[in-house]
């Protein structure tokens, strides 16, 4: 089983930004990508960006050019970096992970953290 915890949502203004965290236990598990989506009322789950264990990402057209994936591998931890925030940009965020252990894929979620971008 992996575990993720998210830190970092709250109140932001528009144009302001926020850090979001992922933090994975592995628990010899393998972590391969890992990605953000979010979740806005009434709507369907959304990739925000996504990022390999080897550094590539991937952004929604949405947020790119606003938004930066990183992540710390010895920590097992990806970031969100949230720049020029809009109130459209207002949802759950959750975290997603890539993970492997004896050939086998599996994927986890973390619980969200909620992002609301507000006067």
């Known amino acids: 089983q992996v575990q993720l915890v998210e830190s970092g949502g709250g109140l932001v203004q528009p144009g302001g930004s926020l850090r979001l965290s992922c933090a994975a236990s592995?628990?010899?598990?393998?972590?391969?990508?890992m990605g953000w989506y979010r979740q806005a009322p009434g709507r369907q789950r959304e990739l925000v960006a996504t990022?390999?264990?080897?550094?590539?990402?991937n952004y929604a057209d949405t947020v790119k050019d606003r938004f930066t994936i990183s992540r710390d591998n010895a920590k097992n931890t990806v970031y969100l970096e949230m720049n020029n925030l809009k109130p459209e940009d207002t949802a759950v965020y959750y975290c997603?992970?890539?993970?492997?252990?004896?050939?086998?894929?599996?994927?986890?979620w973390g619980q969200g953290t909620q992002v609301t971008v507000s006067p």
């Open positions: 997603k992970a890539e993970a492997s252990r004896w050939r086998t894929t599996y994927y986890y």
């Open positions: 592995r628990n010899s598990f393998s972590i391969n990508d």
């Open positions: 990022i390999t264990s080897g550094g590539t990402t």
